[in-house]
T-cell receptor, first 114, second 115 residues
Framework: SAVISQKPSRDICQRGTSLTIQCQVDSQVTMMFWYRQQPGQSLTLIATANQGSEATYESGFVIDKFPISRPNLTFSTLTVSNMSPEDSSIYLC???????????FGPGTRLTVL | AQKVTQAQTEISVVEKEDVTLDCVYETRDTTYYLFWYKQPPSGELVFLIRRNSFDEQNEISGRYSWNFQKSTSSFNFTITASQVVDSAVYFCALSEDAGTYKYIFGTGTRLKVLA
């Protein structure tokens, strides 16, 4: 499985500000995913990040709020814009082994918005 | 539409007891994949198993075993002789469309193993 790192691991932010989360993989991957896990809840897919094309967002998530970059096959960023306390969550990136349809997750970024 | 149901919100067992975590899924596809992940208190999601819809054989890995039954749309997970380190939230997930590789996660079951 790939080794995935995320920065920052946690942050506390003020309402109205933005935070960019980085996801780095130790090997080239075609597809990367960003998930949100609200406190005590399950994981919800935000978007699929593909290199060389715009991210594909799930229902309820928009690019203005969660812009995503995918400059190469080992790196992606997710920005949480104009944050409110409702954005307090763990944000996780994942990559997929296409041969087996197995996703592996990064350690997550724990975000608290005051 | 696809859906994953984990009806057990929280389970507490005493160390060395066996415990089964239930997972029921809904899908209209004939080809799909089922997964189990473990999320310990540290927050990282750990991949445990993948099962495709054409393979109904049960699997055993050490103290872990999985029972896949298409007839009841269930993919249950049993931990034998539970240990304190098994305490975590366990998620079942379904991937229906191989083209998009999207996962639908259940709501998770929090397992507490008491010493």
């Amino acid at each position: 499985s790939a080794v995935i790192s995320q920065k920052p691991s946690r942050d506390i932010c003020q309402r109205g500000t933005s935070l960019t989360i980085q996801c780095q993989v130790d090997s080239q991957v075609t597809m990367m995913f960003w998930y949100r896990q609200q406190p005590g809840q399950s994981l919800t897919l935000i978007a699929t990040a593909n290199q060389g094309s715009e991210a594909t967002y799930e229902s309820g998530f928009v690019i203005d709020k969660f812009p995503i970059s995918r400059p190469n096959l080992t790196f992606s960023t997710l920005t949480v814009s104009n944050m409110s306390p409702e954005d307090s969550s763990i944000y996780l990136c994942s990559v997929i082994n296409l041969s087996y349809n197995e996703q592996f997750f990064g350690p997550g970024t724990r975000l608290t918005v005051l | 539409a696809q859906k994953v149901t984990q009806a057990q919100t929280e389970i507490s067992v005493v160390e060395k007891e066996d415990v089964t975590l239930d997972c029921v899924y809904e899908t209209r596809d004939t080809t799909y994949y089922l997964f189990w992940y473990k999320q310990p208190p540290s927050g990282e999601l750990v991949f445990l198993i993948r099962r495709n819809s054409f393979d109904e054989q049960n699997e055993i890995s050490g103290r872990y075993s999985w029972n896949f039954q298409k007839s009841t749309s269930s993919f249950n997970f049993t931990i034998t002789a539970s240990q304190v380190v098994d305490s975590a939230v366990y998620f079942c997930a379904l991937s229906e469309d191989a083209g998009t590789y999207k996962y639908i996660f259940g709501t998770g079951t929090r397992l507490k193993v008491l010493a």
